[in-house]
């Protein structure tokens, strides 16, 4: 069998991207064959991202894409934060937010198999996966097509938001875009509010109106006004303005001449369930398992 040397251990790493001691080890199995080690070195990389695959990814980035008039919203998640500050990861959500704009995949499956740098983007998950060893998925996209302007705004890489409006001054449109990440609103206007949302809003404040002990017409009146409140609180047109505190978004717009024709807002992991760590429990278990082994 010939020597491993360095040489081959860094060239195969250059053809895969593989980890320093995965390439050492397949040109080993291989006996110094590269095209066989890279076959091999593909194999597992695939079962690595396969046994990654279970495990829950709720951290992860926000990536955005816009030209003319058209553009993309898209989270891609993992497992730890760690990995949301990998070159590779966030060129990948960036890539993947400019083939959303680009092909109008109608799914996370479509997207998936799309090419990219020579290979589908289910390929370039895949391997990345093995390269890094943590599981990563594509959660969600929302395209865009508009005969008005786009704009986004990504607050660092766990917020995003891409606005469609019609004005003059394009900076409207982007401090529409902060305030929508800083506030958070869930429609455009209180009509808009999803119906769940506000029944949701309509049984709490009717509990609570109940535990005030007074009368019937009064507990209806009580629960209306929070809901009426919560509506203006979550809806973006009735908002206190960020910029400035004596406006709403909505006044601010017209005072502007522009208006806001929709929104989206990604929150990273938003909605996931998160797995906690029991530490106290996983080292009882070790410990337990030693004495019965």
Known sequence: ?????????????????????????????????????????????????????????????????????????????CETDFVTKNDDFVALAKDCARLVADHNPADVAALSALPLHGQTVEAVRAALI?????????????RFQSAG????????TRIGVVVE???????VGKDVAMHIAAMKP?????????????????SVASQKAAESGKPADIVAKMVEGSVQKYLKEVSLLNQT???????????????????????????????????????????????AAAKQA
């Open 149 to 156: 302007k786009l704009v986004s705004y990504l607050h660092g």
């Open 186 to 202: 869930v429609a455009l206007s209180s009509d808009q509010v999803p119906a769940d949302l506000i029944e949701k809003e309509r």
């Open 1 to 77: 069998m010939s020597a491993i040397t360095a040489a081959m251990v860094g060239e195969l790493r250059a053809k895969t991207d593989a980890p320093m001691m995965e390439c050492k080890k397949a040109l080993t199995e291989a006996a110094g064959d590269m095209v066989k080690a890279e076959e091999l070195l593909r194999v597992k990389l695939g079962t690595k991202a396969s046994k990654a695959s279970s495990r829950v990814t709720a951290e992860g980035v926000v990536a955005a894409y816009i030209a003319g008039g058209v553009g993309a919203l898209i989270e891609v998640n």
């Open 241 to 287: 303005f960020v910029k400035n505190d004596k406006q709403t978004v909505e006044q601010m717009l017209k005072a502007t001449n522009t208006s806001v024709k929709g929104f989206t807002m990604y929150v990273v992991g938003e909605g996931i369930e998160k797995k906690q760590d029991d530490f106290a429990a996983e080292v009882a278990a070790q410990v």
């Open 130 to 142: 093995g390269k890094i060893g943590e599981n990563m998925s594509i959660r969600r996209f929302q």
């Open 165 to 171: 409006f019609e004005g003059a001054d394009e900076q």
